[in-house]
């Protein structure tokens, strides 16, 4: 797989609609979760793209400090469903921490983890804090790597 690592204004109209659709059909669709993905945040977002075969199959966006938490900050953590046999999971997280190290090197990093990929987070150094909590009826922990 192939990573990039782009601004909102540096993606193509075709990578965007990639990424868009792979957002929506896991989160929307195989998760069922009827909820506004589009939510004019990715502009400020740093979005690493991960592609096999010219189609996107691997996401997430990073924020800077205080953009939407106050620490460092990924989301919309994605891999393709026929895809997710091949550790691209793991492969798409750590270019997105290369990415903060590179770019914000010594600064916390927190996500809002989907509570039954606790595991998968802990094993990238995330420690979870505070208690579960839906968002848009899926539970979740907030989780911290330092």
Do not use: W
């Not at 990639?18 to 993905?37: G, N």
């Not at 990415?99 to 420690?127: C, D, M, V, W």
Request: hydrophobic share 40%; aromatic share 12%.
């Amino acid at each position: 797989m192939e990573v990039l690592v782009k601004t909102f204004e540096e993606l193509s109209t075709k990578e965007l609609y990639q990424i868009l659709r792979l957002r929506s059909e896991v989160f929307v669709v195989e998760q069922d979760c009827v909820y506004q993905d589009v939510d004019n945040k990715d502009q400020k977002a740093l979005h690493v793209i991960g592609i096999k075969n010219d189609e996107v199959v691997a996401y997430t966006r990073i924020f800077k400090p205080g953009d939407y938490f106050d620490n460092v900050s990924i989301g919309r953590v994605v891999v393709s469903k026929n895809q997710r046999k091949y550790g691209l999971g793991k492969q798409i997280m750590q270019a997105s921490l290369a990415a903060i190290y590179q770019r914000f090197p010594h600064k916390a990093i927190e996500i809002s983890a989907q509570s039954y990929l606790l595991k998968f987070y802990t094993e990238l150094g995330f420690n979870a804090f505070g208690e579960e909590y839906l968002e848009d009826g899926i539970p979740h922990r907030r989780m911290l790597k330092e």
